[in-house]
């Protein structure tokens, strides 16, 4: 499948603007490149393991639009479609597909820009448009993610090999693609050691918002005897299946529930309620203020709770919503801005 990309270059004051008309006109999902300072919030939501690098904010900025391409390298662009236009049949916000020309989307979009900028300050305001296939969006990513340690943890894609001198090491195969994380993030970082620390032989976990199911998996390498995990994302399901069989783990030692574990019980009676040993969430602090008062419920008497996906400003907002729900806090450790907290039923 092949995809034409219009790349605008603009200013960050236009963004928004030029984002919503030119979604009118059938261009959605715009991919924003800019320098501007992340938020302390900004950081919390996006989670990513690779941090993106920004330089001086200097007002600029590039919107890009990907439009997909027929056999017949005609866009289908959303729209209603003008009187006389042929369109197909799949729906989109507007209810139909348009087939438009390349050259019929650039002067669009010129008519966009010219039309704003009559009363703002849109920058340069030029068009790229080029060309890119399916491959260069699952594959490229591969670029930037290579073998860490973790203590004398190894994490390694599939397209590398275990050295030599590693081989002594636990190794955790894991090709995290583009649904989840890959174990780089420091919060996971934080969660891996208090699992280390925490976990014994023949040990139950119970992992909420396992994603990828890293934190689970590497608590079966450490000896825990089962793991449950919990995601609202389906695309979990594959996820952990893939990474179980990667690094050797039977499926039946790993159950999988796609659901809200808080609001659910049948969920909560599915994974066993009282039977964990050590209960993990690496979430962002707001979603840990909700998860965290079903936790005791889950946990053992002398249980683990592991949480981590906190920025270090709040803290005390995750060990008051843990003290609240009758837990003890047992420490706090922190990685740059991040910082995890262990605590005990």
Same mark, same amino acid.
């Given at each position: ?35 501007? @300072? ?44 003008? @009187?006389?236009?042929?369109?197909i049949g799949?729906?989109? &916000? ?11 989307? &650039? ?24 060309? &890119? ?10 670029? %930037? ?24 090491? %636990?190794?955790?195969? =894991? ?17 891996? *050691? ?39 994302? @389906? ?9 179980l069989q990667?690094?050797? =783990?039977?499926?039946? *030692? ?44 889950m946990l ?18 995750? &060990? ?13 450790? *922190? ?8 605590? *005990?039923?």
């Open positions: 499948m092949k995809w034409v990309r219009f790349r605008i270059s603009t200013t960050t004051e236009a963004e928004d603007i030029i984002i919503s008309d030119l979604y009118d006109i059938g261009l959605e999902g715009a991919q924003i490149e800019d320098n501007v @300072p992340l938020s302390p919030l900004d950081k919390e939501k996006m989670f990513v393991d690779i941090p993106p690098e920004t330089g001086e904010d200097d007002g600029s900025a590039f919107l890009n639009f990907f439009v997909e391409v027929d056999d017949e390298g005609m866009l289908l662009v959303g729209g209603e479609p003008e @009187p006389g236009t042929m369109t799949a729906a989109n &916000t507007a209810g139909n597909i348009v087939r438009k020309t390349k050259e019929d989307v &650039t002067a669009e979009i010129k008519e966009v820009l010219e039309g704003i900028s009559e009363y703002m300050e849109i920058g340069e305001g030029s068009i790229e448009v080029s060309e &890119t296939d399916d491959i260069d969006w699952l594959n490229n990513w591969k670029n %930037y993610f290579h073998s860490f340690e973790v203590d004398d943890i190894l994490v390694i894609p599939s397209w590398e090999e275990v050295p030599e001198d590693d081989a002594h090491k %636990y190794i955790l195969h =894991i090709d995290p693609g583009t649904a989840f994380g890959t174990g780089m993030h420091a919060t996971t970082q934080l969660c891996i *050691r208090n699992i280390r620390k925490h976990v014994k032989d023949g040990d139950r976990i119970l992992d909420i918002g396992t994603g990828s199911g890293i934190l689970a998996i590497l608590g079966l390498m450490f000896g825990a005897g089962h793991a449950f995990g919990t995601d609202l994302d @389906p695309c979990a399901e594959p996820a952990v299946s893939e990474n990667c690094n050797g =783990i039977s499926a039946d *030692r790993f159950d999988l529930e796609i659901g809200n574990i808080v609001t659910d019980d049948a969920i909560k009676d599915r994974a066993g309620r009282g039977t964990f040993d050590i209960v993990v969430a690496n979430i962002i602090t707001e979603i840990l203020e909700v998860v965290t008062p079903c936790v005791p419920g053992k008497e002398g249980g683990i709770y592991i949480t981590s996906g906190i920025l270090n400003e709040k803290e005390k907002i995750v &060990t008051d919503a843990i003290e609240k729900a009758g837990l003890t806090v047992l420490d706090i450790t *922190r990685q740059g801005e991040w910082s995890s907290v262990a605590s *005990r039923k």
